[in-house]
């Protein structure tokens, strides 16, 4: 009897196949008839995307319109191994191409199947290679993926100005920070499809918003200027042995900053400008706001005569040195040899309240408003919480700071006639266009002191360089006004000045009769020397000599046709060595190049011609008059008391005198030898006295 059971099993098999093709059947229709636009709506949402557009940075240039930051495009090259024929094969044919070590992408490949980076930060002319190959179909499997670094052509002198952006290209120190919503722009973005692999397609129509470039800017900076003062900066740190050196160039006019550095710079981090963020204790550089200000109050005159106190006085309890013994000094001679005990009585003689004005007139003690990160305001405390020393202390600079750019800015206010001008370190705004969009103009801030006082201010400086604590900064090409500062450091933790540390600063202006450049130096811990007038005046001299030699800088001489003639010797200021012991005066004037002949056999200078302060050539004679052995007594009657003293102040004789006015009678008489260890003795009567006593004769 035939079996039915086989038949019954493939009839239910076919059964179940017919069913189950019929439910696929019916789900396909469902979903291509019914849930088509559902389905369909998601996909396109799915493949959908929102690409980001990345916008140009804008540029920063330097005055002259160089380079000093720009975005560069960059290519970053992605590997899918699994995808390539041959990846062994293929990892050796990119690395040749590309210059990359074959072994290594080999094994990456290896190790990374799915994916892995091939290299970034590659050249456009890389990237094409890149193209070209793909579309050859000679290699598979590689994705390129553009990317934007910022570039810095002008070096690293440049980058304590220019700062730097970080991987998202947003400006995170320097210029690229302060001016960052600037020169960012705007991002943009458009819609793209997807595909399965991760491929972007643009379509035609799709939403999109296009990227706004970021402006560009040029600054006040010169990049030639800046880099001649890093080199400086970098040659005095190695050979001095010093712990760092900062240097502020601008141009005393308007305010512009040329130049500004500090070297070293650290290896790791971020590069700090010094010159601005930095403070310090000026030392003697600061006496020119107190010397500034006896002068513009009337309080004292360049001629007038201090007592130097042969080098150390007590001050509320406190004494002050100074580097070398004086007695009688003209203040122009103060200046000359940086006299602290003298700098100190013209802080008491001005007062408190005074010197405190005139500091935060010259810009001590604030910001100074530049468009800068990490600028400090230095530090001058109010003279409610000055001690019994605080005021001459202060007046020879120490017991407050500043830093180099506002020790810049206050000399700029001496170099053009009294102003203080606003430092600019921005110089033009252009649109993604190139249009000019702002142009910044010099900013002046106030008033200091006359013209009258910042020309006498000039001459007295000038002497200082060429025959006082500056002769190291002279020039042959040009006159050099200027002012030298030796200040021992602080300890913040100790509070005490630390012995055998040292900051030693100059501040020069050229040419000394119509400034166009200030420039600060300062050298911090040098160990060979610490005077400013050795250390930091070399140095400034070096920088402007380079830039005397730099083609078309602000001290390149104009090319121009002359007559030939034969050089003449530069002029000095005649050094005043009355009263001095007659070695040390000749030993000055020969520094200033100046010859001596000598009248009198005494060992003391009495009398010199051409008198102090006079214009002279190099080579001038200077006749210096010397006292006798057996002193003569000079003729006093009808001087001033103070006339009288400052002259037998030259004769080294001792003076006690009796009223007050105009010299009537003298003993011993003119004309007497002057007995040893006599005193001669002044009796004064008042002028109006002396006129009523000739009336009634």
Not at 611 to 616: E, K, L, M
Not at 629 to 657: E, F, H, K, N
Request: with cysteine; aromatic share 6%; charged share 25%.
């Amino acid at each position: 009897m035939p079996s039915f059971a086989p038949r019954r099993r493939l009839f239910a098999a076919a059964v179940v196949v017919l069913l189950a093709g019929s439910a696929v059947t019916l789900r396909l229709a469902f979903l291509q008839l019914v849930r088509h636009g559902h389905y369909a709506e998601r996909a396109e949402v799915n493949q959908r995307e929102r690409e980001a557009l990345l916008p140009v940075r804008g540029t920063i240039r330097d005055r002259d319109g160089r380079l000093l930051a720009q975005d560069a495009r960059t290519y970053t090259i992605v590997a899918e191994p699994r995808r390539m024929d041959d990846p062994a094969r293929s990892a050796r044919r990119i690395a040749r191409a590309l210059h990359l070590d074959p072994e290594r992408l080999a094994r990456e490949f290896k190790k990374r199947p799915g994916f892995c980076y091939v290299d970034r930060n590659r050249s456009p002319q890389d990237a094409q290679i890149v193209r070209d190959s793909l579309a050859a179909g000679a290699w598979k499997g590689l994705v390129l993926s553009a990317t934007v670094r910022r570039d810095y052509p002008a070096g690293p002198a440049l980058a304590q100005i220019t700062g730097r952006a970080d991987i998202d290209n947003r400006g995170v120190e320097g210029i690229e920070y302060q001016f960052d919503s600037m020169l960012r722009g705007e991002q943009g973005w458009r819609t793209v499809l997807a595909d399965g692999r991760g491929r972007h397609v643009g379509l035609p129509g799709w939403s999109q918003r296009k990227p706004v470039d970021g402006h560009s800017i040029e600054l006040t900076v010169d990049a030639d200027i800046q880099s001649v003062v890093s080199q400086r900066l970098i040659a005095a740190v190695d050979t001095l042995k010093a712990v760092k050196a900062i240097a502020v160039v601008l141009d005393p006019w308007t305010g512009e900053i040329l130049a500004a550095a500090s070297e070293p710079q650290p290896v790791d981090g971020p590069a700090r400008n010094q010159a601005i963020t930095d403070q310090f204790e000026p030392g003697s550089t600061f006496k020119m706001v107190v010397v500034s200000a006896a002068l513009e109050e009337g309080k004292a005159d360049p001629d007038d005569v201090f007592d130097a106190e042969h080098g150390a006085y007590s001050f509320a309890g406190s004494t002050i040195k100074d580097s070398h013994p004086y007695g009688l000094l003209k203040l122009r001679d103060a200046v000359r040899v940086s006299s602290n005990i003298i700098a100190g009585k013209l802080g008491l003689l001005i007062g408190a309240q005074t010197m405190y004005d005139y500091s935060t007139a010259f810009g001590f003690g604030a910001l100074t408003g530049l468009e800068f990160p990490g600028e400090t305001p230095g530090l001058l405390r109010h003279p409610s919480r000055w001690s019994g020393r605080s005021l001459p202390t202060i007046a020879m600079g120490h017991e407050m700071s500043v830093t180099a750019l506002q020790l810049a800015l206050a000399y700029g206010a001496l170099a053009n006639g009294g102003t203080l001008m606003a430092p600019q370190i921005l110089k033009r705004e252009l649109d993604e266009k190139g249009n000019v969009l702002r142009v910044a103009e010099p900013r002046p801030l106030r008033t200091v002191i006359s013209e009258e006082t910042a020309a006498t201010m000039r001459t007295l400086l000038t002497a200082v360089v060429d025959s006082g604590t500056a002769r190291k900064a002279q020039l042959s090409w040009s006159s050099v006004a200027g002012k030298t500062g030796t200040a021992q450091k602080f300890d913040t933790v100790l509070h005490t000045y630390r012995s055998r540390k040292y900051l030693a600063s100059f501040v020069g202006l050229l040419p000394a009769d119509r400034p166009r450049l200030v420039c600060v130096v300062m050298i911090d811990e040098p160990k060979n020397g610490y005077y400013g007038g050795d250390i930091a005046a070399p140095v400034f001299r070096g920088i402007m000599e380079d830039l005397y030699r730099l083609r078309g800088g602000p001290l390149a001489p104009a090319p121009e046709r002359v007559r030939f003639a034969p050089p003449r010797p530069r002029d000095v200021a005649v050094p005043g060595v009355r009263t001095l012991p007659l070695a040390r005066a000749r030993e000055e004037l020969r520094q200033s190049g100046l010859r001596v002949k000598v009248e009198g056999d005494g060992k003391r200078v009495l009398a010199q011609q051409p008198s102090a302060g006079a214009r002279a050539e190099r080579g001038t004679v200077v006749v210096l008059s010397t006292s006798p052995r057996g002193s003569i007594v000079p003729d006093v009657l009808g001087l001033t008391a103070r006339d009288a003293l400052t002259t037998l102040a030259a004769y080294a004789l001792p003076v006690r005198v009796d009223g007050r006015g105009v010299v009537v009678r003298q003993t011993p008489a003119a004309g007497a030898t002057f007995a040893r260890g006599a005193t001669c003795v002044l009796l004064c009567e008042e002028r109006t006295t002396l006129a009523s006593a000739r009336g009634t004769e």
